[in-house]
T-cell receptor
Framework: SQQGEEDPQALSIQEGENATMNCSYKTSINNLQWYRQNSGRGLVHLILIRSNEREKHSGRLRVTLDTSKKSSSLLITASRAADTASYFCVGGFKTIFGAGTRLFVKA | DTGVSQDPRHKITKRGQNVTFRCDPISEHNRLYWYRQTLGQGPEFLTYFQNEAQLEKSRLLSDRFSAERPKGSFSTLEIQRTEQGDSAMYLC????????????FGPGTRLTVL
């Protein structure tokens, strides 16, 4: 299965700091996606990075992908309290989610 | 189009009862997915449709679970003889299909089995 496993499981930072979370996956992928889930709300797609890309930016988000290590990282810069959520990575077509990284941004 | 919608948002039922959930995908999306999510865990894939065809079912989808997408538009997920272990959030998502496919999720239906 193409399962993403996020690390760390939980992260607590101050508003304004950067947050980095990592993802590892097991099999070859065509693309990798990051999703966010706020407490009590649905999953929101954040960004997709293709297997032939190494880095991608979207606003305050930066995603890297290292296919040789089967890993990806999501960087959120200048974090805000509203970024408090769980973040999931998903590799490829068969979307198998890990347990996610729970990010808490303190105001 | 306002996105993927699910109905009901909450359902409380007694053990042994049958329940049915509905999902309305984004109109032009060919693919529709069902997931189950329990507290503190990521969504678990249950099944997906390409138009009206159900192409894959997870082993999590026991014979008490059935999903349909009769006209390739909305979908229903039915759970028969509910058990307390079925209590979870049931998420629906849809996508256009093809490479680099992005899934758009609905708000989910929270099921509580007493």
């Amino acid at each position: 299965s193409q399962q993403g496993e996020e690390d760390p499981q939980a992260l607590s930072i101050q508003e304004g700091e950067n947050a980095t979370m990592n993802c590892s996956y097991k099999t070859s992928i065509n693309n990798l996606q990051w999703y966010r889930q706020n407490s009590g709300r649905g999953l929101v797609h954040l960004i997709l990075i293709r297997s032939n890309e190494r880095e991608k930016h979207s606003g305050r988000l930066r995603v890297t992908l290292d296919t040789s290590k089967k890993s990806s990282s999501l960087l959120i810069t200048a974090s805000r309290a509203a970024d408090t959520a769980s973040y999931f990575c998903v590799g490829g077509f068969k979307t198998i989610f890990g347990a996610g990284t729970r990010l808490f941004v303190k105001a | 189009d306002t996105g993927v919608s699910q109905d009901p948002r909450h359902k409380i039922t007694k053990r042994g009862q049958n329940v049915t959930f509905r999902c309305d995908p984004i109109s032009e999306h060919n693919r529709l997915y069902w997931y189950r999510q329990t507290l503190g865990q990521g969504p678990e894939f249950l099944t997906y449709f390409q138009n009206e065809a159900q192409l894959e079912k997870s082993r999590l989808l026991s014979d008490r679970f059935s999903a349909e997408r009769p006209k390739g538009s909305f979908s229903t997920l039915e759970i028969q003889r509910t058990e307390q272990g079925d209590s979870a959030m049931y998420l629906c998502a849809s996508s256009l299909g093809g490479a680099g496919d992005t899934q758009y999720f609905g708000p989910g239906t929270r099921l509580t089995v007493l």
